[in-house]
């Protein structure tokens, strides 16, 4: 497979990121990629300028509706862009983008989703986010029979194949779990790659961040609609 960077789709689905969002383009541009989608979702502070002064394309939902359904969005306008690959990061900064060329390459190795995985052992990383995510691994192994190493990272990467059969149809933060279940349903080839990650005090106070009683809720909206 012959890929350029011009094949590659950097996704960044956003909600009121005003503080950090130009200068987490700015460092993904910085490390040659240039085809960046910022989908803003519903953001009410001054995120969509900022996005706009950076360079990337941005599309923009009226009200906010959800990670997940940002992502659905930017999904399907890569279909109608011809991209090759689409990398899903998170906007706040946390994600570091000297990882996402490792990422790719594993998709040029022949697999059609590559999941960023956090290393826990670390200790820079917040414990409850241990604990959600080990409650999201036993959550996603009892619906869809499949072990990963890290369900809730949004640090992912898709080949055409796997973005154009994925289906996802809860709109918040229970979608980075359907991922999982699309996998296993499609039959997709599948791999992991351990990424950096930069926990701030900026995101680490952000309202809208996964909690506990975030988590609750993803477990009986998968539990009851699946």
Do not use: C
Request: charged share 30%; glycine share 6%; proline share 1%.
């Amino acid at each position: 497979m012959k890929l350029t960077n011009n094949s590659v789709l950097i996704l960044l689905p956003v909600f009121n990121e005003s503080q950090v969002i130009y200068s987490v383009i700015k460092s993904i541009q910085r490390e040659e990629w240039k085809n960046i989608l910022v989908v803003d979702d519903g953001s009410t502070d001054d995120t969509y300028q900022k996005a706009k002064e950076s360079g990337a394309i941005i599309l923009r939902h009226v009200i906010n509706r959800g990670k997940g359904a940002a992502i659905k969005t930017g999904l399907e306008a890569a279909k109608k862009m011809g991209s090759e690959i689409v990398v899903t990061l998170d906007s706040d900064g946390q994600h570091n983008p000297k990882d996402i060329k490792k990422m790719v390459k594993q998709i040029k190795k022949g697999s059609d989703v590559v999941l960023g995985i956090r290393d826990f052992r670390k200790r820079n990383i917040p414990r409850y986010k241990v604990f959600l995510n080990y409650l999201g691994n036993i959550l996603t192994w009892m619906f869809y029979g499949l072990w990963v190493s890290d369900s809730q990272s949004g640090f992912r990467v898709y080949n055409k194949k796997a973005f154009s059969l994925i289906r996802i149809n809860n709109d918040r933060y229970e979608f980075e779990t359907e991922i999982v279940r699309e996998i296993v349903r499609n039959n997709l080839k599948w791999t992991e790659k351990i990424v950096d990650v930069r926990y701030s005090d900026y995101d680490q106070n952000k309202k809208n961040k996964q909690s506990i009683s975030s988590a609750i809720k993803t477990i009986i909206k998968l539990a009851l609609f699946g």
